[in-house]
């Protein structure tokens, strides 16, 4: 049984370009969230989806940041013309329908240039 | 609001001693998680504490959960290199099922 799955584990974009970062739950979640980290920094929340809808999306930025967690295929974090402060590391969970620990996958290291 | 401290921030160990971080809420929590994330790791779930009181082992872990719910445990009982890492309390604040995360602590251990 496969984790979570995220790909790239590393990206480089320059300033003003877009970042798609994917993530595949494991098999028989139906939840999944995103959170970022900086360096010597704790996990922030973003966004949580369910298939095809967004459940909270609290921890999000209005402008450039975008989540879809489509009926078939993979969660996407889409972040458009990004910017330095984007760098970060950004992690993607999933969990069961029951209220349990999350699996985390190895997450996404974006750096920008 | 509710406030929930992690402490301490950093906490350096010779190998084989005992290695102790808190989790202090000034409202009750409905449960609490504790995770692991080793150097350029991702988190991993270590336990699940629900009930008030709650005390539960793995090897040389103990994590417990007070009376009132507003404070918790994990303790290490003679650290290892291995056990190296930070270590976060998270839990779920309402119905909502994302968790909100601590800060961590950081426990380096000196062999």
């Not at chain 2, 629900?50 to 009982?77: C, D, M, P, W, Y």
């Amino acid at each position: 049984n496969a984790g979570v799955m995220q790909n790239p584990r590393h990206l480089v974009r320059r300033r003003g370009q877009e970042a798609r970062l994917r993530c595949s739950p494991m098999k028989g979640h139906s939840h999944v969230y995103w959170y970022r980290q900086l360096p010597e920094e704790g996990l922030k929340f973003m966004v949580y989806l369910q298939k095809e809808n967004i459940i909270d999306e609290s921890g999000m930025p209005k402008e450039r940041f975008s989540a879809e967690f489509p009926k078939e295929g993979p969660s996407i974090l889409r972040i458009q013309q990004v910017v330095r402060g984007d760098s970060a590391a950004y992690f993607c969970a999933s969990s069961p329908p029951s209220t349990y620990g999350y699996t985390f996958g190895s997450g996404t290291r974006l750096t920008i240039v | 609001g509710q406030q929930v401290m992690q402490i301490p921030q950093y906490q350096h160990v010779q190998e084989g001693e005992d290695f102790t971080t808190y989790c202090n809420s000034s409202t009750t929590l409905s449960n609490i998680q504790w995770y692991k994330q080793r150097p350029g790791g991702h988190p991993v779930f270590l336990i699940q504490l629900v009930k008030s009181g709650e005390v539960k082992k793995q090897k040389r872990l103990t994590f417990q959960f007070g009376e009132a719910k507003k404070n918790s445990s994990l303790h290490i009982t003679a650290t290892q290199t291995t056990d190296v890492g930070t270590y976060f309390c998270a839990w779920r604040a309402g119905n909502n099922r994302k968790l909100i995360w601590g800060l961590g602590t950081s426990l380096a251990v000196n062999p």
